[in-house]
């Protein structure tokens, strides 16, 4: 059920730039400061960590709300794992875009130190 890498990653990133350009301003430059990186799948170390392997995104370094002087070893980004993705959206290129859409943005979230509930009660989920 695999796609190719190159064509995975063309979607994830269109996705990933729709999904910026349609945020409300006063968060778009937040977005705008926030790397995202494409990676296959999750790292044997995350996974040594504890994390699941089939773990879509994951947002790594520190909350906006925490100053830079304070910062996190990590730099601040978001990892999206875009096999776990396709595998999940079961091969569908429309379900694709779609995770990629809602992994991003609850990635996001965590960046802005907000919740489900809170990105639902805001509109951007």
């Given at each position: ?7 995975l ?12 350009r ?77 995770e ?20 639902e ?5």
């Amino acid at each position: 059920m695999s796609a190719p890498w190159n064509h995975l990653l063309a979607i994830a990133q269109d996705e990933v730039e729709r999904t910026r350009r349609e945020l409300p301003e006063h968060l778009r430059h937040h977005a705008d400061g926030l790397p995202v990186t494409y990676e296959s799948l999750p790292s044997e170390a995350l996974i040594g960590d504890g994390w699941d392997p089939d773990l879509l995104g994951m947002f790594v370094g520190d909350p906006v709300a925490v100053g830079d002087s304070e910062s996190h070893p990590v730099p601040r980004q978001i990892l999206l794992f875009l096999e776990n993705l396709w595998d999940f959206a079961e091969g569908d290129e429309a379900l694709y875009r779609d995770e990629v859409r809602i992994t991003y943005i609850h990635e996001f979230g965590h960046y802005l130190g907000l919740d489900e509930g809170e990105l639902e009660e805001r509109g951007l989920l």
